[in-house]
């Protein structure tokens, strides 16, 4: 059973910092691009961050580069989502998601169930 479970979720103030987690099960974690989108209310969700299965990376980047960072801890089958610099447009609700052996997460395998993120002004 494939599951990603998506951990790190809060409310934070401008400025603050957040890292989110997910951890895969269920499939082979090394042979998976990951990667994040978010949805905030009203809006189509879109691209956030990913890293594929080599351990290329790639942001949205208008809206996160520089301020976001995205890794992988293959031992523990985890991919993170450091948030810096917070503002108030970046409240979302953050998705996990895993693409089999692909540059670009254009298509999705698995999508986890999400995690609230709110900045406050």
């Known amino acids: 059973q494939v599951q990603l479970v998506e951990s790190g979720g809060g409310s934070v103030q401008a400025g603050d910092s957040l890292r989110l987690a997910c951890a895969a099960s269920?499939?082979?974690?090394?042979?998976?691009?990951m990667g994040w989108f978010r949805q905030a209310p009203g809006k189509e969700r879109e691209f956030v961050a990913s890293?594929?299965?080599?351990?290329?990376?790639?942001y949205n980047a208008d809206s996160v580069k520089g301020r976001f960072t995205i890794s992988r801890d293959n031992a523990k089958n985890t991919v993170y989502l450091q948030m810096n610099s917070l503002k108030p447009e970046d409240t979302a609700v953050y998705y996990c998601?895993?693409?089999?052996?692909?540059?670009?997460?254009?298509?999705?395998?698995?999508w986890g169930q999400g995690t609230q993120v709110t900045v406050s002004s």
């Open positions: 998601a895993a693409r089999y052996k692909s540059y670009r997460l254009s298509e999705i395998d698995y």
């Open positions: 269920g499939f082979t974690f090394i042979n998976y691009s």
């Open positions: 890293i594929t299965w080599t351990g290329v990376r790639l």
